[in-house]
């Protein structure tokens, strides 16, 4: 019998405060990449953990509310006496475009710093998780993240989501391998390639993928579509997606993840990664990107369930 599939991430909680060009708050939700993913997974009908904290305010009761009404289990997010980390996006009321919207540690009101991670992040896995079938989504590269992935049994799937150069740009290369060396699966936005391709000295998303022998690695470039490189029968296959539909975008902050969500859950479950997979899972995390980008926020209001 299959064992139970299980998405977890780990983190801080982080809040999304969505502001007009005015700086009026339009929207305040649950954000970061590696908790919108675990969002998205779960309102597609998976069992999802989140492992991390919060601070002791409001900021954080609304976070970790989003994820709780989406059926996550929260269980193991501590509450820390600290402020919770926001991220602050400025979107332009006229002439979007996908560079336009701007994000922000600093809040655009206060100019106070909104983002400091914390180092007092649960680390071992949950009994009631062992023995399960396990996929774990990270965005960050901090110690505390490597501590728990080190603590993972080694059966468990790393799934990585690399869509911001600040999550990466302050550690060396042989810091990073650590990372790179346990991931099975790890999503590319086309706006780190540059600075991750020369921290380890090669040229492009091939080399890259030759260097790390992952699953599955796909590089993501906004309208241009996806790249999805993988293995088919010992031959590396690489493989160009470019979408037939384009729509307009009024929020593309949450693009990249409902891309990633929907790829590793067909990741997850499929039985062989080939041309087949790719078109297929292509086309449903295309789908996915455009009805996000459609809307303000990140992550879509829907009801739970539609496994695949």
Same mark, same amino acid.
């Given at each position: 019998?299959?064992?139970?599939?299980?998405?977890?991430?780990?983190?801080?909680?982080?809040?999304?405060?969505?502001?007009?060009?005015?700086l009026n708050l339009l929207k305040q939700d649950g954000g970061g990449c590696n908790w919108n993913d675990l969002y998205n997974l779960a309102i597609m009908g998976e069992?999802?953990?989140?492992?991390?904290?919060?601070?002791?305010?409001?900021?954080?009761?609304?976070?970790?509310?989003?994820?709780?009404?989406?059926?996550?289990?929260?269980?193991?997010?501590?509450?820390?006496?600290?402020?919770?980390?926001?991220?602050?996006?400025?979107?332009?009321?006229?002439?979007?475009?996908?560079?336009?919207?701007?994000?922000?540690?600093?809040?655009?009101?206060?100019?106070?710093?909104?983002?400091?991670?914390?180092?007092?992040?649960?680390?071992?896995?949950?009994?009631?998780? $062992? #023995?399960?079938?396990?996929?774990?989504? =990270?965005?960050? +590269?901090?110690?505390?993240? /490597?501590?728990?992935? %080190? *603590?993972?049994?080694?059966?468990?799937?790393?799934?990585?989501?690399?869509?911001?150069?600040?999550f990466f740009e302050h550690f060396t290369k042989q810091y990073l391998t650590s990372f790179f060396s346990m991931a099975n699966f790890i999503q590319l936005n086309n706006?780190?390639?540059?600075?991750?391709?020369?921290?380890?000295?090669? $040229? #492009?998303?091939?080399?890259?993928?030759? =260097?790390?022998? +992952?699953?599955?690695?796909? /590089?993501?470039?906004? %309208? *241009?579509?996806?790249?999805?490189?993988?293995?088919?029968?010992?031959?590396?296959?690489?493989?160009?997606?470019?979408?037939?539909?384009?729509?307009?975008?009024?929020?593309?902050?949450?693009?990249?993840?409902?891309?990633?969500?929907?790829?590793?859950?067909?990741?997850?479950?499929?039985?062989?990664?080939?041309?087949?997979?790719?078109?297929?899972?292509?086309? =449903?995390?295309?789908?996915?990107?455009?009805?996000?980008?459609?809307?303000?926020?990140?992550?879509?209001?829907?009801?739970?369930?539609?496994?695949?």
């Amino acid at each position: 019998m299959e064992k139970e599939k299980i998405f977890i991430s780990h983190g801080d909680i982080i809040l999304d405060k969505i502001y007009d060009e005015n700086l009026n708050l339009l929207k305040q939700d649950g954000g970061g990449c590696n908790w919108n993913d675990l969002y998205n997974l779960a309102i597609m009908g998976e069992t999802c953990f989140a492992i991390g904290s919060k601070g002791n305010d409001q900021e954080g009761n609304i976070a970790i509310q989003s994820l709780s009404k989406a059926n996550i289990n929260t269980n193991y997010v501590l509450t820390e006496n600290k402020k919770t980390n926001i991220m602050n996006i400025i979107i332009p009321n006229s002439n979007l475009k996908d560079n336009s919207i701007l994000h922000s540690w600093y809040s655009p009101i206060t100019n106070e710093f909104t983002m400091k991670f914390s180092d007092n992040l649960p680390t071992k896995l949950p009994k009631e998780l $062992k #023995n399960k079938q396990l996929y774990v989504i =990270l965005d960050k +590269f901090l110690p505390i993240n /490597l501590k728990f992935l %080190k *603590n993972m049994p080694s059966n468990c799937k790393i799934c990585l989501d690399i869509g911001h150069i600040r999550f990466f740009e302050h550690f060396t290369k042989q810091y990073l391998t650590s990372f790179f060396s346990m991931a099975n699966f790890i999503q590319l936005n086309n706006n780190v390639t540059n600075l991750l391709f020369e921290r380890f000295s090669i $040229k #492009n998303e091939i080399e890259f993928f030759k =260097l790390f022998h +992952f699953d599955l690695l796909v /590089l993501t470039k906004g %309208k *241009n579509g996806a790249t999805f490189l993988f293995y088919d029968q010992n031959e590396l296959k690489v493989i160009n997606k470019v979408p037939e539909t384009i729509v307009d975008i009024v929020d593309s902050s949450g693009a990249g993840d409902a891309f990633f969500s929907k790829t590793l859950q067909q990741y997850a479950y499929c039985d062989k990664i080939n041309t087949n997979f790719v078109n297929k899972t292509f086309a =449903l995390a295309n789908k996915a990107s455009r009805d996000i980008i459609s809307q303000i926020g990140s992550r879509k209001k829907n009801k739970i369930g539609g496994k695949l």
